[in-house]
């Protein structure tokens, strides 16, 4: 049951990921039932599914097939009185295709609803199933640690933890999912992963796009919420988490909520010196003129809401003790990119080294997208000449059959939540933790206009601010550029 059947997100992107799986044979017995307001009938619904495919995957053979198995209720989700009608189609949807019962719910809708729903779905009898039933909901989960709490109460009287899957959608990223595998599959990795050989991990998430049409909801959000709370915070627990014992949702999730715990409690007369904050002012993007963030549609004109954060995350435990995690997200910036740099130490005693041919630290980059792939930064002979080192790299691109069998995301996602595996997806705890530590910032920045916005030129790195945040510490941004590699392009 997909809940803003008409919305954005279902059209771009999770119609098409339940015909990948369908078209592969990982979708037998089901049938959707698509929800929102406006007045559709079956066969306009399913022409809407139809569009939604071909526009995403080009022309289907049995793309007939796929859609006789969508049906569609109108339906206000704040109207009490027609909850009984949906459970009615329900049961006898699951009657029909024979589907023992199992339902996934999936509130592809603004936040606000989801209380509202998951308590309706209890009283009104649709939770009584004898299969599985399985909630999966949208980010952001709350806006704040109360809000959240209060929205997990909800939640909670209809639902049990283990059967919340909780979106985030970076954790179906191919190479947010390869962080694990790299880290622990690779005998030359594991003894390096620690404060003996890592002086800092750079996290950049940069985006070309202003806020766009999303002015409304980016005004109650800002970088900190939208990005910061959920995906970043994701990112720096997969890297710096200890090898689970076994590969099981529990266990992982478990080193996951460890690394939140150890998290340096920074407080509110030092968050200046650990975050930075930007807004986008007017500039070039891609050689067009573009405004700044306070003219966008719906934003107001003194808006104090940020569009960069940048931030030094410490993680005090044994192994990460006194080693930085930079993050750096927003938008209207040079470049859509999201990449990990990994930068070791220093060798002891560098023989190579002239004032004017610096060997380079080793690095090792993690391409998130929209390149997917891993390089790995050496010193190597020039060739020919004498003992002069140069920089190579080396490089795996998830290009060619791989990429093109590369599922999206959310395809994989919704394959996990078929199968009850909720290892991707963020554990009740987690999600606490991160907004316990993000409620410290937001706090200080919402008490205190920042007289400086718009502070970043929009089509550049963000606010100078950024890169002192890592001069101070010895160290700078590793440019996107030099990150390139041919095969990534
Ligand atoms: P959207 O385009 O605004 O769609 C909202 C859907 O909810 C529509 O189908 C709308 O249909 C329905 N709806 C609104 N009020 C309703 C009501 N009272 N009763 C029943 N249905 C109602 O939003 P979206 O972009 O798809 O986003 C949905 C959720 O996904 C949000 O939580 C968002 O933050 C999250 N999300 C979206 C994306 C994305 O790429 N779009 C990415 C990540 C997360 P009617 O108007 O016909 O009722």
């Known amino acids: 049951m997909i809940f803003g059947a008409t919305g954005d997100l279902a059209i771009r992107k999770l119609f098409p990921s339940l015909y990948r799986l369908f078209e592969r044979g990982r979708l037998k017995k089901f049938a959707v039932i698509g929800v929102a307001r406006r007045p559709l009938t079956n066969d306009g619904f399913q022409k809407s599914v139809k569009d939604s495919v071909i526009n995403a995957l080009g022309d289907k053979e049995n793309i007939d097939e796929f859609i006789s198995y969508f049906y569609y ?24 295709y024979n589907l023992e019962g199992n339902r996934i719910f999936y509130l592809a809708m603004a936040p606000e609803f989801f209380g509202p729903i998951a308590l309706h779905l209890k009283s009104d009898g649709l939770t009584e199933v004898k299969g599985f039933k399985r909630l999966v909901i949208e980010k952001p989960f709350g806006k704040s640690l109360e809000s959240a709490k209060e929205l997990n109460q909800q939640i909670r ?26 880290r622990f599959a690779n005998a030359i990795f594991e003894p390096l992963w620690n404060n003996r050989y890592i002086s800092n991990i750079q996290i950049t998430s940069s985006e070309i796009l202003g806020v766009e049409e999303r002015g409304r909801y980016y005004e109650t959000s800002g970088a900190l919420r939208d990005m910061v709370q959920n995906h970043m915070m994701q990112m720096v627990a997969l890297l710096a988490m200890e090898p689970p014992i076994r590969l ?30 930007g807004q986008y002012g007017a500039g070039t993007v891609t050689d067009e003129q573009v405004p700044e963030y306070r003219a966008e549609p719906m934003v107001d004109k003194e808006s104090n809401t940020e569009t960069f954060v940048a931030g030094k995350i410490m993680i005090d435990n044994f192994r990460w003790a006194g080693v930085p995690f930079y993050i750096r997200t927003g938008k209207r910036m040079t470049t859509k990119s999201t990449k990990i740099v990994v930068q070791f130490k220093d060798i002891p005693m560098n023989l190579y080294y002239q004032p004017e041919k610096k060997v380079n630290p080793n690095l090792l980059v993690i391409h998130i997208q929209p390149e997917e792939g891993i390089t790995l930064h050496l010193n190597a002979k020039k060739a020919g000449g004498h003992l002069d080192a140069q920089e190579v790299k080396l490089s795996f691109a998830n290009t060619g059959i791989q990429a093109m069998n590369t599922p999206e995301g959310y395809e994989k996602l919704l394959y996990d939540c078929l199968r009850g595996d909720a290892t991707n997806f963020t554990h009740w705890d987690e999600v606490a933790y991160s907004w316990a530590f993000v409620d410290k910032i937001s706090d200080v920045w919402e008490n205190t206009k920042s007289v400086n916005f718009p502070n970043y030129v929009s089509g550049t790195t963000g606010p100078k601010a950024a890169d002192e945040l890592l001069e101070k510490d010895g160290f700078f941004w590793w440019p996107v550029k030099n990150l390139e590699v041919d095969i990534c392009k």
């Open 73 to 96: 209720h109108s339906h206000d989700v704040t109207d009490s009185s027609s909850y009984v009608a949906l459970r009615n189609l329900a049961n006898q949807i699951d009657e029909n």
């Open 157 to 182: 009287t209809a639902f049990s933890e283990e059967e919340v899957y909780r979106i985030d959608h970076y954790l179906g990223k191919e190479m947010v999912r390869n962080i694990e595998v790299i």
């Open 248 to 277: 099981t949702t529990d266990e992982v999730r478990s080193e996951k909520v460890r690394v939140f715990r150890s998290l340096r409690r920074v407080e509110s007369n030092e968050i200046n010196d650990y975050f930075v904050r």
